[in-house]
């Protein structure tokens, strides 16, 4: 069994940025995919982003593209999501996920690992 540990949030102020960690207990070929979603109170878990094993293949939502950034390290088993201009309404906990290659990554039910979950809040 893989564990994720994300660490990395907190309080921000609007156009601020934060830098999310999340870190797996192996590298095996059920990380291959790994990713970001997030959930506010009373919404469903949203897609943020994710890449591949390479890094070199990487999908954001719409709603964050040009201002979050994820990357992995895959000799310290780690992806980040870099959040720069950061908004009200990108307040949530933030989910690292992972799971095997060869998919699109873009939905929850195709990750196999979860993290506990990082709270990032507007301190505006």
């Known amino acids: 069994q893989v564990q994720l540990v994300e660490s990395g949030g907190g309080l921000v102020q609007a156009g601020g940025s934060l830098k999310l960690s999340c870190t797996a207990s192996?590298?095996?070929?059920?990380?291959?995919?790994m990713g970001w979603f997030r959930q506010a109170p009373g919404k469903e878990r949203q897609f943020v982003a994710r890449t591949t094993w390479s890094g070199e293949n990487t999908l954001y939502a719409d709603s964050v593209k040009g201002r979050f950034t994820i990357v992995r390290d895959n000799d310290l088993n780690t992806m980040y999501l870099q959040m720069n201009s950061l908004k009200p309404e990108d307040t949530a906990d933030y989910y690292c996920?992972?799971?095997?290659?060869?998919?699109?990554?873009?939905?929850?039910?195709?990750?196999?690992?979860w993290g506990q979950g990082t709270q990032v809040t507007d301190s505006s």
């Open positions: 996920a992972a799971g095997a290659g060869g998919r699109n990554g873009l939905t929850p039910i195709e990750y196999d690992f």
């Open positions: 192996e590298r095996t070929f059920r990380t291959d995919t």
